[in-house]
T-cell receptor, first 113, second 114 residues
Framework: EPEVTQTPSHQVTQMGQEVILRCVPI?????FYWYRQILGQKVEFLVS????????KSEIFDDQFSVERPDGSNFTLKIRSTKLEDSAMYFC???????????FGNGTRLTVT | GQQLNQSPQSMFIQEGEDVSMNCTSS?????WLWYKQEPGEGPVLLIA?????ELTSNGRLTAQFGITRKDSFLNISASIPSDVGIYFC??????????????FGGGTRLMVKP
């Protein structure tokens, strides 16, 4: 069964550094998303992306965050200057069309020291 | 923003028992989804519900979309050790309210004693 893949599985970085989290959504899906889950807390929406532009973003997704689809398969989340509170699991998801269920990747655990 | 209240927060049951968990909201949702998350993995879709009143099964799992569109429950029958994990409900808003973003409940941690 097709799946969303994310790399790396774990990223450790120092505060203030830039990180790029990578995702390969399911190939025929048109909508892409990033969610995050701080340890022990619920999964929170960050951003959705369709037709090469951001369609929605939450208040968490501030100017330090950006997303890009650099080619036909990858979808990336960049955090420009990481803070300690950015430590979390970051999940990429995709859906076939608007309103269809989201399928999640296994996440990237980001640790900011 | 929209909030989903999921209960119970955790359950510790004996293998073979049935399990029930639910989510409620003050807002109406267009779609209810139930996901399972195991350690080190992302949420895996279990059941999707699209119509108010809809009752859907997936093996030993049964979920219902409440008539008011503000609640949903998930039942697991005859639990087995591999049912262990965290179960999340998630709601997709009505088209007029927002896009396709999901609001997640706080999760129900299920532990099964063999």
């Amino acid at each position: 069964e097709p799946e969303v893949t994310q790399t790396p599985s774990h990223q450790v970085t120092q505060m203030g550094q830039e990180v790029i989290l990578r995702c390969v959504p399911i190939s025929n899906h048109l909508y892409f998303y990033w969610y995050r889950q701080i340890l022990g807390q619920k999964v929170e929406f960050l951003v959705s992306f369709y037709n090469n532009e951001i369609s929605e973003k939450s208040e968490i997704f501030d100017d330090q965050f950006s997303v890009e689809r650099p080619d036909g398969s990858n979808f990336t989340l960049k955090i420009r200057s990481t803070k300690l509170e950015d430590s979390a699991m970051y999940f990429c998801a995709s859906s076939e069309e608007w309103g269809s269920p989201l399928h999640f990747g296994n996440g990237t655990r980001l640790t900011v020291t | 923003g929209q909030q989903l209240n999921q209960s119970p927060q955790s359950m510790f049951i004996q293998e073979g028992e049935d399990v029930s968990m639910n989510c409620t909201s003050s807002s109406i949702f267009n779609t209810w989804l139930w996901y399972k998350q195991e350690p080190g993995e992302g949420p895996v879709l279990l059941i999707a519900l699209y119509k108010a009143g809809e009752l859907t099964s997936n093996g030993r799992l049964t979920a219902q979309f409440g008539i008011t569109r503000k609640d949903s429950f998930l039942n697991i029958s005859a639990s087995i050790p591999s049912d262990v994990g965290i179960y999340f409900c998630a709601g997709q808003p009505l088209p007029r309210d927002a896009g396709n973003m999901l609001t997640f409940g706080g999760g129900t941690r299920l532990m099964v004693k063999p």
